[in-house]
């Protein structure tokens, strides 16, 4: 048992209540965000909740905070549950009023909830790889915004567990968007591809750092969507998240890529985002 932000209290678990009309609840109508913690503390959270408050403000929705008090109020919440290594999941809903599907009035307060979840690294993941499967994109085109409306990633995920795997690579009449709940890159000839940050997929932030850290090993980034066919042809592919940080993907549907071997840049990828991460503090 541990703490959980309820709107601008740190609480106890247990005395959180969910409206049965909180708007989350029933419309999905809400933003959301994970954060990774390493050893204490929170990797690149001003990058989150700068996402935070854009997701809201696209779907005309006001944080009821400073930037800085709501990352003032995600420290305190880490510190209060004691999180070594694992994450923050924070949600934001338009608030709880009479179900309709129009907004409310403004007099309705959003609800923010935010806990925490020790979780280790899946470091074999990291070292060994994973299996895909192709999966039609069916989600809606808004992409861009991180909402709590998931469905179409819940599907395709259950599909890619279904069939043995750990992702479902999305792909709109063969062209490939991204993961269920990850960025996907692939290395062709000594080039990194990924779709372009446009609505079709939500702009990572680990791909973000994946791009920083390309540049600065001398890996050319090219951000320019590629095939259901070209992925099977690349040299290397990995997918990019919060808490898969840069996963090797070995295999799709059935089809070896590269052999089945961790690709150099991948490796060389994720040295790189090593250096990056919060160390352990040795007093
Ligand atoms: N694409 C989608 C559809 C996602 O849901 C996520 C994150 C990403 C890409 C990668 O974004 P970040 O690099 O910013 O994490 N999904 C979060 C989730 O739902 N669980 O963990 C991360």
Same mark, same amino acid.
């Given at each position: 048992?541990g703490y ?6 740190i609480v106890?678990d ?11 609840y029933?419309?999905?109508? +809400? ?12 990797f690149?959270a001003?990058? $989150?909740?700068?996402?935070l408050?854009?997701?809201?403000e696209?779907?005309r929705m ?7 008090k709501?990352?003032?109020?995600l $420290?305190e919440?880490?510190?209060?549950n ?8 924070f ?10 599907h129009?907004?409310?009035? !403004? ?5 923010i909830t ?18 895909a499967?192709f999966v039609?994109?069916?989600?809606w ?5 991180k909402?709590?409306?998931?469905l +179409?990633a819940v599907?395709?995920k259950?599909?890619? $567990? !279904?069939k ?6 999305l ?5 490939v968007?991204?993961?269920s709940?990850t ?6 000839? !000594? ?6 940050a446009?609505?079709?997929i939500?702009?990572?932030i680990?791909?973000d750092?994946?791009?920083q850290?390309?540049?600065?090993? +001398? ?5 320019i ?8 042809k690349?040299?290397?592919l990995f997918?990019?998240s ?8 070995i ?8 052999d089945g071997?961790?690709?150099?840049w991948?490796r060389k ?5 090593e250096?990056k991460?919060?160390?352990p503090? $040795?007093i």
């Amino acid at each position: 048992m541990g703490y959980t932000l309820w709107n601008d209290k740190i609480v106890k678990d247990e005395e959180v209540i969910i409206d049965k009309e909180d708007r989350g609840y029933q419309f999905g109508d +809400g933003v959301y965000e994970v954060i990774k913690v390493y050893n204490g503390e929170m990797f690149t959270a001003t990058e $989150h909740i700068d996402r935070l408050y854009a997701s809201a403000e696209k779907i005309r929705m006001t944080v009821p905070f400073t930037k800085d008090k709501l990352h003032q109020l995600l $420290h305190e919440l880490v510190e209060k549950n004691e999180v070594n290594t694992g994450h923050i999941y924070f949600q934001i809903t338009r608030g709880v009023a009479p179900r309709a599907h129009n907004f409310p009035s !403004d007099t309705v307060k959003p609800v923010i909830t935010a806990y925490t979840k020790e979780n280790p690294r899946p470091l074999e993941n990291f070292k060994k790889g994973v299996k895909a499967t192709f999966v039609e994109d069916i989600r809606w085109l808004r992409c861009d915004i991180k909402t709590l409306n998931l469905l +179409g990633a819940v599907l395709a995920k259950q599909e890619a $567990h !279904d069939k043995g795997c750990y992702e479902a690579i999305l792909h709109r009449n063969n062209t490939v968007t991204e993961g269920s709940s990850t960025n996907v890159f692939g290395v062709k000839s !000594d080039v990194l591809y990924t779709h372009p940050a446009n609505n079709f997929i939500l702009k990572g932030i680990t791909r973000d750092v994946v791009i920083q850290c390309a540049d600065e090993i +001398g890996l050319t980034v090219k951000e320019i969507p590629f095939t259901t066919e070209e992925a099977l042809k690349m040299d290397e592919l990995f997918i990019t998240s919060t808490t898969s940080e840069i996963t090797p993907v070995i295999e799709v549907d059935d089809k070896k890529i590269n052999d089945g071997k961790v690709g150099e840049w991948t490796r060389k990828l994720q040295k790189q985002f090593e250096t990056k991460i919060p160390k352990p503090l $040795h007093i």
